[in-house]
């Protein structure tokens, strides 16, 4: 969240509204507009309350159009109806609403099982607010089991004996440069060293040799994403892995890999079952989702696993009522709301894994054939193709001169089009581009619209002496 601070100007709004406002007898009803930036003295009816939201909520975007974020925006009625019969449910009541409690607790074991997690009865994990929580629970796991372990290279996962003195040194985390934003927060708020492997060339995202030898005996783990949210491309975690057992092989230090599939981590298992990401890879400990991304659940929801007990230290584990005994649970809130879990299980019953493929493929046919017809246009060079995360980065061809992204971002809001346009961190600052994000409910039909949308820009674009966005920051929108 921004952090907001109060109103400057004194709120007295002496405005006099229309007597639609009111109910049945304007007469009585509203006189002044209410003052927005305190609390009114007198309450409204709930019918002039809504009026008023509700009106004000109309100049917000439409989420369908918004072609940056990843986070879902169409669901089925029956999931709407499900959450709204859920709404006044408390994930954290187990005792109070056992039958959330156990829906959480198999959507974890379906997960376990579709990330091959070699004993699912073993793999431990929790539902969360989003990827970003999840993240947060996995970085402490991993920085807890270092700090348990013995100093140096002989140390053994879950060993608790010679425990390393709290003070001495500082940890690190070892990521790409690509990461996702969670990851600065995680390294900032809980004091870790963030160790980051710069993109070079034509690779935007970690490399695995760069990313061991920035290893040494107080790295709690390394991070592999599936996928980046910078071009969409998927970190090559089997070679991740493969690089850290050669530095084992080396050196002796044992290096745990966490695999941030916010996105990817629903993509992967329907359409690259032959890539090796997963829990397959015996170095990794812990993965992550985001059900509110390819999860296709409407925000706020995330998944957490570890491997095993040994990943996830036992004394970070909190215990709460639940049904006579008590249940073991691990996040940041305390309170939070049970319907988007229950909504999670109702699309994990409903589309199983054939419907999940025909749901992410269809995603990224639409994703693929619209950066195919982007490349036709003749303008753009297409950085990825949508074939991994069915999201793809594009910038303009070098001979493009008269305009940036910059301005095709700006200009596509124009016709409604969220499309962020943001320049590429260490070492390809050079380079800026625009990405277009796929989601269930972008459908061919809409994605045409688009492709027709920025056709009809580039003649405008093309006659521009110069590139003209000033503020940059003001065309882009976030993009994380
Ligand atoms: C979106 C994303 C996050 C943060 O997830 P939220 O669910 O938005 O909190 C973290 N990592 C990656 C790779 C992401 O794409």
Redesign the pocket.
Known sequence: MPLHRGHEKPDERPLSVNPFYGEANPAVEMAEAPPKHRLAEAPLTPTTAYQLVHDELMLDGNSRLNLAT??TTWMEPQAGTLMGECRDKNMIDKDEYPRTAELERRCVAMLADLWNAPDPSAAIGCSTT???EA?MLAGMALKRRWAGGPPRSSRHWGNNEDRRPARDVRPNLVMGVNV?V?WEKFCNFWEVEARRVPMEGSRFHLDPQAAAELCDENTIGVVG?LGS?YDGSYEPVADLCAALDALQERTGLDVPVHV?G??GGMIAPFLDEDLVWDFRLSRVASINT?G??YGLVYPGV?WALWRDKEALPEELVFRVDYLGGDMPTFALNFSRPGAQVVAQYYTFLRLGREGYRLVQQATRDVARHLAERIEALGDFRLLTRGDQLPAFAFTTAPDVTSYDVFDVSRRLRESGWLVPAYTFPPNREDLSVLRVVCRNGFSADLAELFAEDLARLLPGLRRQPHPLTRDKRAATGFH?
């Open positions: 990843f986070v989003g990827s970003s993240c996702q969670c994403i949210t941030d916010a996105s985001s509110h991304k995330g994380h």
